[in-house]
Structure formats: structure tokens, C-alpha cells
């Protein structure tokens, strides 16, 4: 069991990081909410993970703190609740949201994560209601992600594609990028990011 990696970021395409360990890379699925808090690209980082086996894969999830990367373990013990759907929950949730959506009923709110339906929405809601501590601070001002030195051409394809891989539809993710511009037309796509999100989680 891999759980925590040490090492200098070598690369970032969300939902993906590839983190070298000694020469050895390791690709990592990290939530929007760990990859918006990362440094700069070979910079040190320490990602707390989880390693999810599959009859098909391997794969690794990474959270810059432990209580997030516990709230990933409560989360895919909820009956139809994934990895994958757990990834994109942490990515427009981070805890203190995700708490309040539970403590309020906001059913409205889950079911704007991509793959979360109504009956998905309110079993995390009565499963979570007595699990949720009130650790998670409230985070509402999410730091940005440290640009990469190079030059980002297409932030807002770059922003879709991230969006895409969390699981949004395509013309979801289109129309939550094109919102996000038209708020702040010179954003990079870690910006793109963030504010589409942002969109979608409860008030």
C-alpha cells in the first residue's frame, strides 16, 4: 500500500500529476481542490494517497491533507459511489461544502457533480449526516494553482478538457468555461477551473 509520496512535481494536466520520486515517477488522480494548492512545477510536494485496485487497474489519488484524503475513503464506502465520482466530488465540494450540503439536505447541490443522481445524492446525505466532523474549515478563497513556466496557449480548451476528465459533458463543461471567461476574460485555465466550479457548488 502506497500511502504518501514525497518527491518534486514534474507534471500537471488535471485531473492528472506526475510526481518524480528519486527518478521514479508516479502518476497520481488528484481532486481540483489538491491540485489548486500544489507548487510551482520542480518544486517539492507531498501528496497524501490512496491506492484504489481494481480487477483492471491500479491507481493512485493523491490530497495534499490527510482529512481530505479521509473524506475520499468515507466517501467510496457509500454504496455507488467510485473513485472516479469521489475524484469529481472533492473537485466542486471540498469538505466544508460537502458538510453543509449534507447538514442542509441540499440535494439540488450533489446532483450537479457529473454521475451523481437524485437517489446517489440522498444516500451520501443520510450516509454522511453522522460522519462529516466539523474539521473541515471553511475554504471558500481556494488558492490558485502555480502556473507552469511555459507558455499556456488555449487555457480555455485546457480548462474544458480538465472539466471533461472529472466527468462534465462536453458542452457542460463548455458553457461552465465560457461563464467562468466572460467573469474574467485574461484567466488562466487553473482560474477557468476554480471559478467554473465554484458555479456549480451551493451558495
Do not use: W
Not at 64 to 82: H, P, Q, S, W
Amino acid at each position: 500500500m502506497i500511502g504518501r509520496l514525497s518527491g518534486s512535481l514534474a507534471a500537471v494536466q488535471p485531473p492528472n500529476l506526475l510526481v518524480d520520486v528519486q527518478g521514479v515517477g508516479y502518476e497520481v488522480l488528484a481532486p481540483m481542490t489538491t491540485i489548486f494548492e500544489l507548487p510551482a512545477l520542480g518544486q517539492p510536494v507531498v501528496l497524501h494517497t490512496h491506492l484504489a485496485v481494481s480487477e483492471t487497474a491500479q491507481q493512485l489519488y493523491g490530497f495534499i491533507r490527510e482529512a481530505d484524503r479521509a473524506l475520499f475513503r468515507t466517501l467510496i464506502k457509500v454504496n455507488g459511489v467510485g473513485p472516479k465520482m469521489a475524484l469529481a466530488i472533492l473537485s466542486g465540494l471540498d469538505g466544508a461544502a460537502l458538510a453543509r450540503c449534507v447538514s442542509e439536505d441540499n440535494v439540488a447541490a450533489l446532483v450537479k457533480v457529473p454521475g451523481v443522481g437524485k437517489k446517489t445524492a440522498e444516500r451520501l446525505i443520510i450516509e454522511l449526516r453522522d460522519k462529516l466532523a466539523p474539521q473541515f474549515g471553511d475554504s471558500n478563497d481556494i488558492p490558485l494553482m502555480a502556473a507552469s513556466a511555459e507558455p499556456k496557449v488555449d487555457h480555455a480548451g485546457e480548462a474544458e478538457s480538465a472539466l471533461a476528465a472529472l466527468g462534465y459533458k462536453p458542452t457542460e463543461a463548455t458553457k461552465m468555461v465560457a461563464r467562468a471567461a466572460k467573469e474574467q476574460p485574461e484567466a488562466d485555465s487553473a482560474t477557468l477551473i476554480r471559478l467554473a466550479l465554484k458555479s456549480m457548488a451551493p451558495a
